[in-house]
């Protein structure tokens, strides 16, 4: 493709949000969620970036090279051997930033789905190679792994190569999400959990994880039991008390509540949608912190691209 063709070329991007370990699948199970980031890139035939941004986290997005999206994108088109032209984005952000959802990783995965579009016809970047760029950036598959391909994905490092299963959800279970007005650093709450940990709360935790992947994908039944977690919340928990306290209280009632990734905001798999609304009687009641209640459901595409006519969402 020539670079006057690729300068002409402009496409859309939409990325789901996610929320990553589910309880006990620390590192490893990650979901995607019907909350989306969308974004208009065109390619320039002069040099230069030309961003605008609008929704979550606007004010705070930089406007130059800094940007994750476009560092992905750059990261992305010297990985395939091609030079980044100018750019023109345009975003539209409804993933919470700093909330537990996966932004970051669903801006990495938008830069690389990009970058993937503008090039098509030229350079064929496969869902391994994305992946692997993904991760390369993000440093954990468990977040862009559902982010790109959708669904419940089991994601694992094969001799530091990222790799993942996805898996359909059982149409019975019914997330919701309450996000709060605070955010948590993912790095401080990685911090608080110990380099080691006890042998049986190893053992809890790969059990649960197993019963967690049945629990999802046909028994939503036994999603209050598959959600134990014993190797990173209850560490993280000081940082982060309101999420605690709602997490045990929503469990107290019976839903399978968990810490959405880092936090702070909190996933419940509800075993049907009549029941996202008790647990969002549960929420208004027991903490001090508002809650946003979001009822989502399990988004099965993950991120897309297609031609964009013009350059605007």
Known sequence: MNAARVAERSVAVRVPATSANLGPGFDTLGLALSIYDDLVVTSLAEPGLDIQAEGEGADEIPRDESNLLVRAMAYAFEAVDRPMPGLRLRARNTIPHGRGLGSSGAAVVAGILAVKGLLEGDVEIGPDTMLRLATELEGHPDNVAPAL?????????????????????????????????????????????????????????????????????????????????????????????????????????????????????????????????????????????????????????????????????
């Open 149 to 313: 391909f959708g669904g419940l994905t089991i994601a694992w490092m094969d001799e530091a190569i990222p790799q993942h299963k996805k898996l359909l959800v059982h149409r019975g279970v019914s997330p919701v999400v309450f996000v709060p007005s605070f955010t948590m650093s993912t790095s401080v709450a990685r911090s608080l959990q110990p380099l080691q940990v006890p042998r049986e709360d190893a053992v809890f935790n790969l059990s649960r994880s197993a019963l967690l992947i049945a629990a999802l994908t046909q028994s939503p039944e036994l999603l209050l039991a598959a959600t134990e977690d014993k190797l990173h919340q209850n560490y993280r928990a000081q940082a982060m008390p309101e999420t605690d306290r709602l997490v045990r209280a929503l469990r107290e009632q019976g839903f399978a509540a968990v810490v959405s990734g880092a936090g702070p905001s909190v996933l419940v798999l509800a075993d049907g949608p009549g029941r996202r609304l008790e647990a969002a009687a549960v929420a208004e009641q027991v903490t001090d912190t508002p809650w946003e209640a979001h009822m989502l459901a399990v988004d099965v595409k993950g991120g897309t691209v297609k031609e964009h006519a013009g350059g605007s969402t």
